[in-house]
């Protein structure tokens, strides 16, 4: 499977120049011919939280028409970071995966809500699982801080999944702790990771990207260049997976009774 990042800066609290960005970023990933592109986390908005009455795709409307037609018009797969939705008078930091037909494969809110950057005050946080198929593989995606939470990870994976996908806007300040994690969770699920983080500044945080694709062992296998927008791409030998599980089968030897 051909993978392509698109490590990108984000214009805080200014959706229109977001939109056309991304669409702009997304003709050039399909020159790469790869079967998914992968955005970073809330694009549309940034973290102008407290504006996102104004600011929000309202029914997740524009996002869908652009991505589903995207999808279909290149017949490529997306998982499209997240933006910030509204919806029934709430607000969501939301992930749609669209496949190469354009239809809707997957709809994630993100569950773990960061209180560092506000989100438990003007976001709803997600109470569903994800997962879907991507050309017959099995997969699901996380948000940024959902990746602090390894017994979260873990019950996506358990269900088989064979790439696990992070979207998020990660500051640099904790930069090294986005790599360890990204490779604890490769590791531990015995999956590939493909982690798009954003480029660029809000009024808070400094982004450096620093983008991964970790393969099953945790070693790193892509690694976008820092503080660079662009689009970044990699093959993944996903027959690493079972190989890897077959040689030491976690998910087999667990012991769930007893974890509380």
């Given at each position: 499977m051909r993978v392509s990042l698109i490590q990108m800066a984000v214009s805080f609290g200014?959706?229109?120049?977001?939109?056309a960005?991304?669409?702009?970023?997304?003709?050039?990933?399909?020159?790469?011919?790869?079967?998914?592109?992968?955005?970073p986390e809330m694009w549309n908005t940034g973290y102008a939280l407290s504006d996102l009455a104004q600011l929000s795709d309202k029914e997740g409307q524009k996002t869908q028409e652009l991505l589903s037609?995207?999808?279909?018009?290149?017949?490529?797969?997306?998982?499209?970071?997240?933006?910030?939705?509204?919806?029934?008078?709430?607000?969501?930091?939301?992930?749609?995966?669209?496949?190469?037909?354009?239809?809707?494969?997957?709809?994630?809110?993100?569950v773990h809500l960061f209180g560092l950057m506000a989100e438990d005050q003007y976001l709803t946080a997600g109470q569903q699982e994800s997962h879907f198929e991507l050309a017959g593989v099995k997969a699901s995606n996380v948000i940024c801080y959902d990746i602090r939470f390894p017994e979260w990870l873990r019950t996506l994976m358990a269900d088989g999944a064979q790439i696990l996908f992070v979207v998020a806007e990660w500051p640099q300040d904790r930069m090294e702790q986005w790599e360890i994690l990204l490779?604890?969770?490769?590791?531990?699920?015995?999956?590939?990771?493909?982690?798009?983080?954003?480029?660029?500044?809000?009024?808070?945080?400094?982004?450096?990207?620093?983008s991964l694709i970790i393969n099953p062992l945790g070693q790193v296998i892509l690694q976008a260049s820092d503080d660079q927008e662009g689009i970044f791409t990699a093959d993944l030998d996903l027959t690493q997976v079972d190989q890897t599980r077959g040689h030491i089968p976690v998910f087999d030897d667990r012991k769930p009774e007893l974890y509380h």
């Open positions: 200014r959706p229109q120049e977001n939109f960005r991304v669409l702009q970023l997304l003709n050039q990933a399909v020159q790469e011919e790869p079967d998914v592109i992968v955005l037609q995207f999808a279909r018009e290149h017949k490529v797969a997306l998982v499209a970071g997240s933006v910030a939705v509204q919806e029934a008078g709430q607000f969501f930091n939301r992930t749609y995966v669209y496949g190469k037909d354009g239809q809707l494969l997957s709809s994630y809110d993100k490779k604890a969770r490769a590791v531990e699920n015995q999956t590939f990771v493909v982690a798009v983080n954003r480029v660029g500044d809000d009024p808070d945080n400094h982004f450096n990207g620093h």
